[in-house]
Each structure stands twice: as structure tokens, then as C-alpha cells.
């Protein structure tokens, strides 16, 4: 097994140690801390369950002492997928606590992200819900276990059949467990996949936790604040941005909840006073236009985080039509630097910006394509290092070479305007990574699936904005004689076993690609043509 590590140079490590950045706290000591000072206080809301602080940290001690006694060690590495449940935080904690390394694959994701990630993580065991929205996770994990000879154990919340049953593990009883190193790395967090299935984030208790409780603070998080789990839990947004892990960090409570319909959302807003949630751009929009209609009091809800993918002023404006002075940007990503729009921030900087970086060593640079410095007010690529932010992908020579500069800024794949009081404003993306709704993908991916379609001769997939989405994504797909239909491709992809929002929105078919002087496939004139064509019907 290759050891997952994130290092930074010594120089470095030693200076966010000194100010203060870095504390030396783990996350089994985090919540054994909280559970010791605040016992009985609220800590996690999810379905029927209603635990305390006290609760969730002895369901963490079980949940520790049944993984090892599967005879798992501290440094391997264990699968969860799971909806947003409360045991999804007890999970994250128990493998915090025992030394394993949780790996974070999302529900929708399914047969080709699944195997990718239990491969290249050499995964060790998986975690998965039974059934989610009718499907069957379980029988998933079980042909992970027949397809990928490292997969030990397969356990399972619900009906476990022949794996082993969650429930059994929380039943063991607790063991005196060493204390991890908090230089250690505490799990692996999956990047947006700008090239392909997504690369694996190695993230320390140290410098994870920097963020959560940078981010706390800048939200304003107390023990009174209440946090509302409204994307998926395994998120690095919803779990940091504060967050569940962040809320938990300041004493607060966390609501889990199982649809982020408005339906279902406004209701626990309005039945557990929730002050703070996060969203993507078109769940925020579908919220906003919702919130008239439904009768939910909602004025507990003091903080509107909107982030994951681009929100454009207009967005922004409808958004604060319907909830009032609410809003907070949010623009990250997984690899770590964070920035927000500040609580009392004024409407310009709210509105038209994706506010300034969490700490004052997040280092900023905006380069042209050369790495040369653009003059200020200009757009360019957006490159950053600091006490968060990582220096090295897992196991992954080549992505290295390509992300991160010889003194270890990360190349985020962002365009971006500096503005001169700091402020961010995101223009885009470098690449042709497809942000939809902020389920981020690689058409590179989807086009390789397409292309293993009898009936496929090429493919190009495009992004292409949408005022709802975002971007949605459209396939140019040069057939062969006897042509496929749209719904049988998008079927194919299906069958595949590749998540949905994956699946291209539109396929659109043609007789031949543009080309550039080179011979390729020009993605900015398929771009134009889908644009063209779209304006005329």
C-alpha cells in the first residue's frame, strides 16, 4: 500500500505553526473535546436520529474499535457512500479516531467512479447504504468486492445481506486508542476531475482543520448556530465551507438533510431554526423561486452560502430578492484555498465578487500564460499556496507535474480578476471541465464512453451556459451509417455505470467536426456552432 502523505517544506510548516495556524489538533481530539465541555448539547439531526455531543462522540468510540476489529490498521483506507444521515458523521469520526482514512465517493456516483476510486485509493473496505433513491448501492459494493482483490469488507447501513452489518460495528465496545499525529493525513477528498476520473486530495488534521475553524469565524459559527447539510454530505463545500465539520468545530448543530428539494429544506429550516446552509447556483435559484409560495417561516436563516460554481450578478440579485440581505459567496476548492464574501460586506462585493481568501497567508498569484504577473484589474489564470492548500496530489506523478509549480503553487484552473481591495472575481475555467451545477466532470471522460459505442464514429462534448445550471453539457456525436438515437447513447452511458449528471444534457448529431490548422477537433467552434444553433431555434 503507498503511504498517503501531504508535506510541506520545513520552512513553511514551521511558520504556520508559529502564527498560529496550525495547533496541533486532531479530529478525534476536536470532538472529544467538545463532547467533554458541552455533553448534552445538540450535535447532529438526521432523520429520527437526534444525537448530542456526549452521543456522537461514544457512537465515533464504537464505530473506531469495530473497524479495527475487522482487522483493518491505521493508515488504510475505507470507501463511504452514503446520503446525508447522521451516520455519516459518526463514520467520518470513528475512521478519523482509528487512523483509517475515509475516501469520499458521492451517491451518484456509480460502477466506473466507484472502481476507479477503491483502486486507486487500494482501498481496504467500503461503506455504503443499502439503497439510495431506489438504487442498490449494496449490490454495487459487492461486485467492487469480485472486481478489485484489495476490498476486504463491504459494510453496509440497512438491510447488509451477506456483508457486514454497520450495525454490528457500532455494537462493539470502545478500546484506548492512540492519539493520531496531526501531520498525519486524515482522509482522501476527491478533486473535480479536470482530466479525467478525479484525482485523490490527501488533507491533514492540521491544515483541514485551519480551515474549518477559519472559516467558522468568518461565518460567524457559535454553539447556537445550527447547520443545514443540504448538498451532498460528502462535499467538500458542505463539509468545510464551514460546514458540518466546521459547525461541529465551533459547538454548533448539524441538520442532515435527505432532499434539498424546498419542500423538504424549508421545512427543517423552519422546524430545527436552522441559521446557516450552503448551495449551488441552481438549487439557490429553484429555492428563490420556491420561497414565495411556501408557507415555512424562515427567518432564522440569517447566512445564504452560494458556491460550487459560478453565481453571476443577476443570480445574485434574484437571490437576494427573495431572502433579503442573506448572501454569502463562497469560491473553493477541494485542493484547499477558500474565499468568501464577509458578513458585512457591501452589496457590490456580495454581489459582483467571490470575496477574499480565508487566511493572510493565502498567497495569490494571477498569471498569463507564460506564469508573468497580469497587471492588475486584468483577467488571469489564478495560482495560490498557503497553510491549506495542498502541495501534492496521491500517488499521481503526472498530475503533479502539471498542478503545481517547482515552489508549490497549486494551479487552480481558475480565470479570475484581481480587484485592488483583494476581492475575487471568477471568469471561468482554463480547461474544458463542465461545471454543472457544481458536479464537476471532464468531457474527456464522457467522450471515451461514447466513442466505445458501435454506432459512434467521434465525439466531442461541450459545455455550454445555461442560466439555471450554469453550464450544461452538450455531445457532438459523429455517427456511423446505421445512426443510434439520442436516448439509446444516453442509455449506453447509463449502462456504462457512470454518475448522472455526467450524462450529456443534449446530443446533437453532425456530419463532420470543425478542425483546427492542426488537425484536432476545435472545442471552441463546436462551442460556437452549438451556440449559433441554439440561438436559432
Not at 378 to 399: E, K, M
Not at 423 to 441: A, H
Request: with cysteine; net charge negative.
Amino acid at each position: 500500500m503507498i503511504p498517503a502523505r501531504q508535506i510541506w517544506p520545513e520552512d513553511f510548516a514551521e511558520r504556520y505553526r508559529r502564527l498560529g495556524y496550525w495547533r496541533g489538533e486532531t479530529f478525534g481530539a476536536l470532538l472529544r473535546a467538545r463532547a467533554a465541555a458541552d455533553p448534552a448539547h445538540l450535535a447532529v439531526v438526521g432523520g429520527c436520529d437526534r444525537w448530542s455531543y456526549a452521543d456522537l462522540d461514544a457512537r465515533a468510540d464504537a464505530l473506531a474499535a469495530g473497524f479495527l476489529r475487522l482487522g483493518l490498521v491505521p493508515g488504510e483506507r475505507v470507501l463511504l457512500q452514503l446520503g446525508n444521515e447522521a451516520r455519516f458523521l459518526s463514520l467520518v469520526f470513528g475512521l478519523f479516531r482509528a487512523g483509517l482514512l475515509p475516501v469520499f465517493a458521492l451517491p451518484a456516483h456509480r460502477r466506473t467512479e466507484i472502481r476507479h476510486l477503491i483502486t486507486r485509493a487500494e482501498a481496504a473496505a467500503c461503506v455504503v447504504r443499502d439503497t439510495i433513491d431506489g438504487f442498490d448501492h449494496r449490490g454495487l459494493a459487492r461486485e467492487m468486492r469480485t472486481l478489485c482483490p484489495g476490498l476486504r469488507h463491504v459494510v453496509v447501513a440497512g438491510d447488509a445481506a451477506d456483508c457486514v452489518p454497520l450495525d454490528q460495528l457500532e455494537a462493539e465496545a470502545p478500546r484506548d486508542l492512540p492519539e493520531r499525529s496531526p501531520s498525519e493525513v486524515a482522509f482522501l477528498q476527491l478533486s473535480g476531475g479536470s482530466t479525467g476520473l478525479p484525482k485523490l486530495i490527501p488533507r491533514t488534521h492540521d491544515d483541514y482543520i485551519y480551515s474549518l475553524r477559519g472559516s467558522a469565524a468568518i461565518c460567524g459559527l457559535g454553539r447556537d448556530s445550527v447547520y443545514l447539510t443540504a448538498l451532498p454530505a460528502a462535499h467538500n463545500f458542505p463539509m468545510s465551507s464551514p460546514g458540518s465539520l466546521g459547525t461541529l468545530h465551533a459547538g454548533g448543530t448539524v441538520v442532515m438533510a435527505p432532499s434539498a428539494s424546498p419542500e423538504e429544506a424549508f421545512a427543517l429550516i423552519a422546524r430545527e431554526r436552522v441559521t446557516i446552509t450552503g448551495l449551488v447556483p441552481p438549487l439557490a435559484l429553484l429555492w428563490a423561486e420556491a420561497a414565495p409560495g411556501l408557507p415555512h417561516d424562515l427567518s432564522s436563516l440569517k447566512v445564504l452560502q452560494v458556491g460550487g460554481a459560478k453565481l453571476t450578478p443577476a443570480m445574485a440579485r434574484r437571490i437576494v430578492a427573495a431572502f433579503g440581505p442573506r448572501l454569502q459567496q463562497v469560491f473553493g476548492m477541494a485542493e484547499g484555498l477558500v474565499a468568501y464574501t464577509r458578513l458585512d460586506d457591501d452589496p457590490d462585493r456580495v454581489l459582483e465578487t467571490q470575496g477574499r481568501p480565508i487566511s493572510p497567508d493565502d498567497e495569490l498569484l494571477v498569471v498569463d500564460p507564460d506564469d508573468r504577473p497580469v497587471p492588475p484589474g486584468t483577467p488571469g489564470a489564478l495560482l495560490t499556496r498557503g497553510p491549506y492548500t495542498i502541495r501534492a496530489y496521491h500517488d499521481d506523478d503526472a498530475a503533479n507535474a502539471a498542478a503545481f509549480t517547482p515552489d508549490g503553487f497549486y494551479r487552480t484552473g481558475d480565470v479570475v480578476i484581481m480587484r485592488p481591495d483583494g476581492y475575487l472575481s471568477v471568469q471561468g475555467r482554463l480547461t474544458d471541465r463542465i461545471n454543472r451545477g457544481g458536479e464537476k466532470f471532464s468531457p474527456e471522460e464522457v467522450e471515451d464512453h461514447l466513442l466505445a459505442h458501435p454506432q459512434v464514429r467521434d465525439a466531442a462534448v461541450v459545455s455550454v451556459p445555461d442560466p439555471v445550471w450554469g453550464e450544461r453539457a452538450c455531445a457532438f456525436v459523429l455517427p456511423r451509417d446505421d445512426a443510434p438515437t439520442a436516448r439509446a447513447l444516453k442509455a449506453w452511458l447509463t449502462e456504462r455505470g457512470i454518475a448522472a449528471f455526467k450524462i450529456p444534457d443534449r446530443i446533437v448529431f453532425v456530419a463532420a467536426f470543425p478542425e483546427t490548422a492542426v488537425g484536432k477537433t476545435s472545442r471552441r467552434d463546436l462551442r460556437e456552432a452549438l451556440r449559433k444553433s441554439l440561438a436559432t431555434t
